[in-house]
């Protein structure tokens, strides 16, 4: 078994609309992501021979998602999140990506330097 994974970074602001404490306001992040892949089978041919995921692809994938929703935005409005917490913004990454990475097992949000947050889906 092989497992990948690739980390990119945004810069967006966001509201709890429901917390109970200071994050009810509306404040900003420098957050970052890891998506990780798994797989039991490496490309046997061609240019991405030996490799479960070419890397560029994860990082293009990343990519526009940053471009359309991430950065620089407010995840209230672009995610249409009520709430986005670590957590459901973590599964909200995982569900726009999960159809162009069939080997995507898990989204890591890290919303500060001392704060983490893993989605793994059940299988």
Not at 53 to 60: I, N, P, W
Not at 67 to 89: F, I, M, Q
Request: aromatic share 8%; proline share 5%; charged share 25%.
């Amino acid at each position: 078994m092989w497992k990948i994974e690739k980390r990119f970074r945004f810069e967006a602001s966001h509201r709890l609309p429901h917390h109970d404490g200071k994050c009810a306001r509306l404040h900003g992040h420098s957050w970052h992501a890891s998506i990780i892949c798994e797989g039991q089978t490496l490309a046997e041919h061609g240019p991405k021979q030996a490799m479960l995921l070419d890397y560029a692809d994860l990082s293009k994938a990343a990519e526009n998602l940053c471009d359309k929703y991430l950065d620089h935005y407010h995840l209230n409005d672009s995610t249409g999140l009520e709430s986005p917490t670590s957590e459901a913004l973590a599964r909200w990454i995982y569900d726009m990506l999960k159809p162009n990475l069939p080997l995507l097992t898990a989204v890591v949000i890290e919303e500060t330097c001392s704060s983490r947050c893993e989605y793994r889906p059940n299988k």
